[in-house]
């Protein structure tokens, strides 16, 4: 009896000695099981806004229809142009740059993009008002610094017969997210034209494609 006893107290020492050894191995199964490595998923999502520009806005002065303008003068045109981004599912993706911007002129079949001089495009916070010198431009070497905007893309010294698409360099290092997030902001347009043009109106899209992380947290 004395035997059995003892027998059956070694089994139950036995067991729990073997407690904290199965536990930990479940525990650094369960920890090995979730520290999966995610890859970056990357996709893209794209913004289409459309420009119309007021030929009276311009004061070309009877000048010819893709004529350049006298002495070497150029007449620069800005506008703020509301934007959406109505995506719900904007809050899942971050690191939201710029991938591509093109243009391209709509309306005005005998006169091309050679019009312009130079084009610059922002993205701007709304309630934003001014002009480029009274931004505050997102700064590269720490883009989570207050800014209220960005400059996506510019095309400088543009060529003769590039035709009625264009497209811009765009700014690799500018980060929209906050822009994005915030669901609405302002495309802020700079186009200096040298040339004239006779349209009532020059009807510019601009396609945005951006580059976004998926948050895979």
């Avoid at 003892?6 to 090995?32: G, Q, S, Y």
């Avoid at 998923?41 to 010819?64: A, K, R, S, Y």
């Avoid at 620069?76 to 719900?88: G, L, W």
């Avoid at 980060?175 to 040339?195: A, C, E, P, R, W």
Wanted: charged share 15%.
């Amino acid at each position: 009896m004395r035997k059995k006893i003892l027998a059956n107290l070694f089994f139950i020492i036995a067991i729990v000695l073997a407690i904290p050894f199965l536990t930990t191995c479940k525990k650094l199964e369960d920890f090995e099981g979730n520290n999966q490595q995610f890859e970056l998923t990357n996709f893209q999502f794209e913004e289409v806004i459309t420009l119309e520009i007021d030929n009276d806005l311009l004061n070309f002065q009877g000048i010819g229809n893709c004529i350049s303008l006298p002495f070497g003068l150029t007449i620069n045109y800005e506008a703020f142009i509301p934007t959406e981004n109505p995506n719900p599912y904007t809050h899942l993706v971050y690191n939201v740059k710029p991938k591509s911007i093109q243009l391209e002129l709509v309306n005005i079949p005998d006169c091309d993009f050679s019009m312009l001089e130079d084009v610059k495009v922002y993205i701007v916070k709304n309630g934003t008002t001014g002009t480029i010198n009274d931004f505050v431009l997102q700064d590269p070497s720490n883009p989570s610094a207050t800014h209220n905007a960005v400059k996506i893309g510019q095309h400088l010294n543009i060529p003769n017969g590039i035709g009625h698409t264009m497209d811009l360099d765009p700014n690799y290092n500018a980060v929209l997210d906050q822009f994005i997030y915030d669901g609405s902001f302002q495309t802020f347009m700079s186009l200096n034209f040298d040339k004239a043009f006779t349209a009532s109106t020059a009807i510019i899209k601009a396609t945005l494609v951006m580059d976004v992380t998926l948050i895979n947290e």
